[in-house]
């Protein structure tokens, strides 16, 4: 398909230039809340020039805040494509998408045969056989930050708790020896965390990266994933086993076999949308049951009842909200929100704004686990490209807070929060905490 040329970002004017919600120094601070709300008041669908945005460019896109509006264009993906032009806010060559193409910059039927290659592993039913392990493991965890926890030591839950539990899942599922998973997520933080000087020796947005454009996020990183990969897959098809590299191993879609760069780029797509984005929702669990006491001794006094514990990690996914932005492409002119958006138009959606339109979610800003219904878009607007990984997502939630309800008394921040420079992922890289375990 044909990448569309827009139309000259000199023909329409900022909305709110002096607020910005682009790069990534802002993110590093913490989500614009205060911005998103003002543009959902102001200018919900607002054209966003780029250039004026930490020395990024581009031809500008317009930037939705509204709940509706984020949830129609997610499920039209006829005219909001992510196949013409890709999901990234970045402008890409056509041998550039060609490249560093993945399951997400494609569109249903294509999509839906990727897709499918992999709906079985993590499927509802398949998930919930996982949950015993998933029980064990967090046990585990927990007790190895047991001397913390006794002493009321202080320990950081991102390295401790919160990065294990989806990695221990994940290799689980994908099929990669536990003895290499540490490595191989550690290269995945390198490539994702692209603008973060703690994790890339090439951040996005100040180095010359233009070597590195053929890859995912623009990271040499991608290349050690990508080896690794294929010494992966040929020890499978020696050895098959029941998990997902042996299914990418000698797959083929519309009768052609996967390539060694596309099987590479799924599993890298995987290994990041199922560790990256977890990890940081358990964080931020952490942090929103430390800010708010009350909800948590509501999850203790509850934790036995299954509606409360589901209502609480619907809500903890809300507020965590771990994706901030995906980029679509008007593929005809089209109306949103009664603004007209041109064909080949860039519109980005801002999930942790539609998770907080106050006109779908009374109170939005108030952390609420009773809180139902809970329509939040953190696993998407709905449309084909729904979170593959949401149910694993859920469960790894739900034993996590279970966890945290049954053995720990109180939980306090121990310490200044350190927050990944992306705009693309809201992360936390460090959280000092102190939990005091419950007693008898």
Request: proline share 6%.
């Amino acid at each position: 398909m044909s990448t569309l040329t827009p139309m000259s970002p000199a023909a329409r004017p900022d909305s709110i230039p002096e607020l910005d919600i682009v790069s990534h120094d802002v993110y590093e601070r913490g989500v614009p809340f205060d911005s998103y709300d003002r543009f959902r008041a102001e200018a919900p669908v607002a054209w966003i020039n780029e250039g004026i945005h930490n020395g990024q460019t581009g031809t500008g896109f317009w930037s939705l805040t509204r709940w509706d509006d984020v949830v129609a264009v997610h499920k039209d993906w006829r005219t909001f494509s992510s196949e013409v032009g890709g999901t990234e806010l970045e402008e890409l060559a056509p041998d550039a998408l060609a490249a560093r193409r993945t399951m997400l910059e494609t569109d249903p039927p294509r999509h839906t045969r990727f897709r499918q290659l992999v709906n079985p592993a993590f499927a509802r039913q398949t998930v919930d056989r996982h949950a015993t392990m998933a029980t064990r493991v967090i046990g585990e965890l927990v007790d190895q930050v047991g001397g913390e926890l006794a002493g009321g030591g202080e320990f950081d839950v991102v390295n401790a708790l919160a990065r294990e539990l989806p990695i221990r899942m994940l290799v689980e599922i994908l099929g990669v020896p536990i003895a290499d998973a540490q490595q191989l997520f550690h290269w995945t933080d390198q490539i994702v965390y692209h603008a973060d000087p703690d994790f890339s020796a090439a951040v996005i947005d100040r180095t010359d990266t233009d070597e590195y454009r053929l890859l995912p996020f623009r990271s040499p990183v991608s290349l050690k994933v990508f080896e690794y990969v294929e010494r992966l897959a040929a020890a499978r098809r020696v050895n098959p086993a029941a998990d997902v590299v042996t299914v990418l191993a000698d797959a083929a879609v519309d009768g052609h076999p996967l390539s060694g760069r596309e099987r590479g780029t799924f599993l890298l797509l995987l290994l990041i949308a199922g560790n990256e984005t977890t990890r940081h929702s358990l964080t931020q669990a952490v942090l929103a049951f430390a800010a708010h006491p009350d909800q948590f001794l509501r999850l203790q006094r509850g934790v036995d009842d299954p509606v409360v514990v589901d209502r609480a990690v619907e809500e903890v996914l809300r507020w965590a909200c771990p994706q901030v932005h995906f980029r679509r492409t008007a593929t005809v002119a089209a109306e949103v929100g009664g603004q007209q958006i041109a064909a080949g138009d860039k519109v980005v959606t801002w999930y942790p704004a539609a998770n907080t339109d106050p006109h779908v979610f009374a109170d939005p800003y108030r952390f609420d686990i009773g809180r139902s219904p809970n329509r939040h878009v953190t696993f998407g607007g709905g449309g084909p490209h729904l979170c593959l990984g949401q149910w694993i997502a859920r469960l790894e939630v739900r034993v996590f807070i279970e966890a945290l309800a049954r053995r720990v008394e109180t939980i306090e921040v121990a310490g200044p929060v350190k927050r990944v420079r992306s705009n693309f992922i809201n992360g936390i890289k460090y959280c000092p905490v102190v939990m005091t375990p419950k007693r008898g």
